[in-house]
């Protein structure tokens, strides 16, 4: 059963552009949402991550919008750069390990 | 501060050999995980701790053992490894079990 399902699977924007990425869970009891990124050959590392008591929450370039009422939440990144390029992977968690997404593959062109 | 440590880097085995993959952590977390990576597919848990001592089974725990012996270390073994088992290991660790977690540089493992 996949409880995160992470949509589009692959992105390319240019440069200053704004990609989106949407994430579903089902779990309704999930009470911690993180976004994690990935470089080629190296571990995720935590990029933002969200609660569900709150609808926005911005960090530098990257924005989290959360629709508790839907169970979606979404990665904005303004004004994309190459060095955005990278796998993204949604999460969410209940006091326990962390349910990922599949992925979306992200390629900012210069 | 080095945060969490793999060994090895990468790996080739045999199928039905036994192997241990190492996790060392220095952040003195509570929580620690092991995922594996697979391609469309992301990372499933596979087992984690909740503190020195304690063990959980993940989303694909079988033919994986784990142990907690201490804070700081966390390996994974693969009794008798299978084909299926090739993937890409990442270990983790969290001051709260699910929440903030940090990730190892991963363990490239290849059984044949």
């Known amino acids: 059963q996949q409880q995160v399902k992470q949509s589009p699977q692959s992105l390319i924007v240019q440069k200053g552009g704004i990609p989106i990425i949407n994430c579903a869970y089902e779990n309704t009891a999930f009470d911690y949402f993180p976004w994690y990124q990935q470089f080629p050959g190296k571990g995720p590392a935590l990029l933002i991550a969200?609660?569900?008591?709150?609808s926005e929450k911005k960090e530098g370039r990257f924005t989290i919008s959360f629709n508790k009422s839907a169970k979606q939440f979404s990665l904005h990144i303004m004004d994309s750069q190459p060095g955005d390029s990278a796998t993204y992977f949604c999460a969410a968690s209940r006091r326990r390990a962390l349910t990922f997404g599949s992925g979306t593959r992200l390629q900012v062109q210069p | 501060i080095a945060g969490i440590t793999q060994a090895p880097t990468s790996q080739i085995l045999a199928a039905g050999r036994r192997m241990t993959l190492r996790c060392t952590q220095d952040?003195?977390?509570?929580?620690m995980y092991w995922y594996r990576q697979d391609l469309g597919l992301g990372l499933r848990l596979i087992h984690y701790s909740n503190t020195a001592g304690t063990t959980g089974k993940g989303e694909v725990p079988d033919g994986y053992s784990v142990s907690r012996a201490n804070t700081d270390d966390f390996p994974l073994t693969l009794a008798s490894a299978v084909p299926s088992q090739t993937s890409v290991y990442f270990c983790?660790?969290?001051?709260?079990?699910?929440?903030?977690?940090?990730f190892g540089p991963g363990t490239r493992l290849t059984v044949l």
């Open positions: 952040m003195r977390h509570n929580a």
């Open positions: 969200i609660r569900p008591d709150v």
């Open positions: 983790a660790s969290s001051e709260i079990l699910g929440r903030e977690q940090f």
